[in-house]
C-alpha cells in the first residue's frame, strides 16, 4: 500500500462565523479572511507537504473554491511548488475538475509541465468534483458527465499524441491546433485517477483501467470497488489493489489517547466541510434522476454510513462513530495499523491510502508529529500490505 | 389523456383540449405541472394544445437537443405539422423565452403573442440580477419570490409517486440545461424582438419577484405592437395561481 499525504489548506480561522451563518462554502463573503493571516498558513502548510518527502510518503493536493475549508484554489500551483521541494515523493493530483474548466488543453499543459519538472512523479486525478464547486465554477450541472468525459479524452489525447498537431471539433470543446509542449515524460500518460462514491463510477473506471478512489465511507467503498473488480474481470481484466484508493483522517500518537486526540480535531474539518446553504448541495443533473427522488422523499442523509449501514450524519459524529464508519483512524501506531487493515479487509483490498493527516485547527507540530510517526511507525507495515507494483513494472503492463 | 406526437424524431407528449381557434401553450420550467386549472378554463374558448417540453413530463429529450434555440425550431415544427393557422401562441415563464424565440424566427402560424411573465432577455448591466437566481437561493426564498400566496407555492413530494417524483426531478435537471448559462436567458435575442410582427400581449403578476414587471418594459420597449398587463394578487405563475384571471386575459386579448 502506497500512503499519500495530505491537508486541504484550511483558513479555520473563520470557521466559527462560517458556521453561525450556517454556510462555509459558496455565499460566505470573504471579507472572513486575513489575507495576512493566510499568507502565513499557507506556507505553514506546504512546510508540512515538504515534510512528507523525508518521512517517506507520498503527497495529495486537490483543490476547492468559494470556501474557507480549503485555500488550495489551483492544484497545478501547489503542486509545482511542492514538486521543486521534494525529491521522491510521488504527486497526486485529485484532482482538476474538469467538468468545470473551460480549457481542458490547459489542463494537459500543466499536467505536462508537472511531470517534466517533477522528473516523470506525478499522478494525474481528473475528478467530477463536488456539487457545491458547481456554482463558483458556474458550470452547467446538466449533463456534466457528458462533458467530463468528453474532456477526459481531450487531455488524455493532448497528452499521448507525439505528431500532431491535431483539431478537436466536440460538442463542448473545441481546437484547431492541439500540440503540447513540453510532452509528459511518463508515456502515454502519468497514471490517471478518478473519484467516486457509486456503483456506477466504480464501472467507469474499470472500464478505462484507472486508479479509483473515495473518502470517508467503508460502506460506499465496499460496493463501489466490487463493482470495479466485476466489471474488470467482465472484460478479462484483473483489477489489482493498486487500482483502489481510500482516503481517511487519521491521527496517530505515541499513545491511543494522543492519537485520539489529533484524530478528533483532524475529524472537525469533516464536521464543517459539509456546512454549505442547500441550494449549492445539489445543483439539478448533478445527481441521478433516482437519487434525486430519494432525497426528495427522505431528505438528504449523506454517504457517511457505520458498518450496519445507519447514516452517520457528519455534523455531528462522534470520533467513535467516525472510526466506525471508516471515516477515521485513530489511536498508537497499532491501533491504526489495525484500523486500516481491517478496512482493507473490508472492501476487498486497497493499494492507496489517502492520509488525511490535518484538518483545521491540528497545529503545526502536531501535523509534524502525525506525519512523522506515521511515516516511521505505520508506513512501512502499510508497505508490506498490498505491496505497490514498482513505477516500472506499472509502466510496462 | 395525454398522447404522444413525433416531431422531427422527438416524442413530445401533449394535452390538447377543447375547440375554436388553437392555442399553443408553453409551459414555465417547472413543467405542465400536477394541477391545470389554466387548462380547463383556456378550452372552453381555445383548442388548447400544451406540449411537455423534451426533458419534461413524458417528452424524450435526445441528445443533440440542449437549447432554447432547439426548442424554438422544434416547436415551429410542431405548428407546421399540426397546420396550425391564426393560432394563438402563449408561453409562460421558462416557455415564455422559448416563444419568443419561436417569434423572432417566424410568426406566420400565429396571430396573437402572449408572454406571461417570460424570462429570455437581458435588460440591465453585468452586475444586474434581471432574473432572480432561482439556483442560489432557498425554496423558500424562491417560493415568496415566486407566489402572491406563498402557501400556495409549497412541495409536497408525498403527493407524488416515485415515477412521478422521478419525472420531476427529470424537469428540474431539463431546465437547468436549458438556462444555467447563460441564466435563463439569451444576451442576443433583445436584439431581434423588433422582428415580432403580431400583436404581443405581455402579462405580469404584480407580486412578481423572480422577474418584475419592470423586466417586461423590457420586452415592450422592443416589439412593436406589444401592451402589459398586470394580474392582481399574482405572482410569476398566473396560469397557475390566477387561473382564471389568466384565461380572461388571453381571451379578451386574442378575442
Not at chain 1, 511548488?81 to 493530483?93: C, D, F, M, Q, V
Not at chain 1, 460496493?223 to 470495479?228: E, K, T
Not at chain 2, 416589439?223 to 405572482?235: F, H, N, Q, T
Request: hydrophobic fraction near 40%.
Amino acid at each position: 500500500m502506497r500512503v499519500w499525504y495530505f491537508s486541504e489548506m484550511a483558513y479555520h480561522p473563520s470557521w466559527e462565523k462560517g458556521l453561525k451563518t450556517g454556510s462555509l462554502r459558496v455565499n460566505f463573503p470573504n471579507k472572513a479572511v486575513d489575507p495576512h493571516e493566510a499568507h502565513k498558513l499557507l506556507h505553514r502548510y506546504l512546510d508540512e507537504f515538504r515534510a512528507c518527502d523525508e518521512a517517506g510518503l507520498d503527497i495529495m493536493v486537490n483543490e476547492h473554491h468559494s470556501t474557507a475549508t480549503c485555500m488550495t484554489v489551483s492544484v497545478p500551483m501547489a503542486l509545482a511548488i511542492i514538486a521543486r521541494e521534494t525529491k521522491t515523493s510521488r504527486l497526486l493530483s485529485l484532482g482538476n475538475p474538469i467538468a468545470n474548466r473551460p480549457d481542458p488543453v490547459r489542463v494537459a499543459e500543466e499536467m505536462a509541465w508537472l511531470d517534466v519538472l517533477s522528473g516523470g512523479r506525478l499522478e494525474m486525478g481528473l475528478v467530477k468534483g463536488a456539487p457545491y464547486e458547481i456554482h463558483p465554477a458556474n458550470s452547467n450541472p446538466a449533463r456534466l458527465m457528458r462533458r467530463y468525459w468528453e474532456a477526459h479524452d481531450l487531455i488524455v489525447k493532448a497528452l499521448s499524441t507525439t505528431d500532431g498537431p491535431f483539431n478537436w471539433e466536440g460538442e463542448y470543446f473545441h481546437y484547431r491546433n492541439v500540440n503540447i509542449w513540453p510532452r509528459p515524460i511518463q508515456q502515454p500518460t502519468p497514471p490517471i485517477w478518478m473519484t467516486g462514491l457509486s456503483v456506477e463510477s466504480g464501472i467507469m473506471a474499470a472500464e478505462r483501467g484507472h486508479v479509483i478512489g473515495t473518502l470517508l465511507s467503508g460502506s460506499a467503498a465496499g460496493p463501489m470497488f466490487s463493482a470495479y473488480r466485476k466489471r474488470s474481470a467482465e472484460l478479462g481484466r484483473t483489477a489489482g489493489t493498486d487500482r483502489f484508493a481510500y482516503a481517511a483522517c487519521v491521527g496517530v500518537g505515541a499513545t491511543r489517547a494522543e492519537g485520539y486526540r489529533r484524530a478528533d480535531i483532524i475529524a472537525e474539518y469533516v464536521r464543517t466541510s459539509v456546512v454549505v446553504a442547500e441550494p449549492f448541495t445539489n445543483p439539478p443533473g448533478y445527481n441521478s434522476v433516482n437519487a434525486n427522488v430519494a432525497m426528495m422523499k427522505g431528505g438528504s442523509k449523506g454517504f457517511v454510513k457505520d458498518r450496519l449501514g445507519n447514516p452517520v450524519d457528519q455534523r455531528t459524529a462522534t470520533l467513535e462513530q467516525f472510526m466506525d464508519a471508516g471515516t477515521v483512524f485513530a489511536g498508537s501506531p497499532d491501533d491504526v495499523y489495525t484500523q486500516i487493515k481491517a478496512l482493507n479487509d473490508r472492501v476487498g483490498g486497497i493499494g492507496h491510502l489517502l492520509f488525511f493527516g490535518q484538518g483545521g485547527h491540528l497545529d503545526h507540530k502536531d501535523t509534524l508529529e502525525n506525519i512523522r510517526l506515521f511515516g516511521r511507525e505505520v508506513m512501512p507495515r502499510l508497505r508490506e500490505l498490498n505491496p505497490a507494483p514498482s513505477q516500472k513494472q506499472a509502466a510496462a503492463e | 389523456m395525454p398522447k404522444t406526437c413525433k416531431v422531427s424524431g422527438v416524442d413530445l407528449e401533449l394535452e390538447e383540449r377543447g375547440k375554436g381557434r388553437p392555442l399553443l401553450f408553453l409551459h414555465a420550467g417547472e413543467g405542465l405541472g400536477a394541477d391545470r386549472p389554466w387548462l380547463e378554463r383556456l378550452a372552453q374558448k381555445f383548442r388548447v394544445i400544451a406540449p411537455a417540453h423534451p426533458g419534461f413530463g413524458g417528452s424524450a429529450l435526445p441528445d443533440w437537443i440542449g437549447t432554447v434555440e432547439d426548442l424554438a425550431y422544434l416547436y415551429l415544427d410542431l405548428a407546421a405539422k399540426l397546420e396550425l393557422k391564426d393560432a394563438v401562441l402563449v408561453g409562460a415563464s421558462f416557455g415564455g423565452w422559448i416563444a419568443a424565440e419561436m417569434a423572432v424566427r417566424n410568426t406566420a402560424a400565429f396571430s396573437n403573442i402572449v408572454l406571461a411573465a417570460p424570462l429570455g432577455i437581458k435588460n440591465g448591466s453585468h452586475t444586474d440580477r434581471d432574473i432572480a437566481d432561482m439556483h442560489s437561493l432557498s425554496r423558500e426564498e424562491v417560493v415568496a419570490r415566486a407566489w402572491a400566496d406563498p402557501t400556495k407555492g409549497h412541495f409536497d413530494a408525498a403527493r407524488f409517486s416515485d415515477a412521478e417524483l422521478a419525472q420531476i426531478a427529470r424537469g428540474r435537471e431539463s431546465l437547468a440545461l436549458f438556462g444555467w448559462k447563460p441564466y435563463m436567458h439569451n444576451p442576443r435575442l433583445k436584439r431581434w424582438l423588433h422582428r415580432i410582427d403580431k400583436p404581443t400581449l405581455l402579462l405580469w403578476g404584480d407580486h412578481d419577484r423572480i422577474v418584475t414587471p419592470a423586466y417586461g418594459q423590457g420586452f415592450v420597449s422592443e416589439i412593436k405592437s406589444a401592451r402589459l398587463e398586470v394580474i392582481k394578487d399574482c405572482g410569476h405563475y398566473p396560469a397557475w395561481e390566477q387561473p382564471t384571471a389568466f384565461a380572461e386575459h388571453i381571451a379578451g386579448f386574442a378575442a
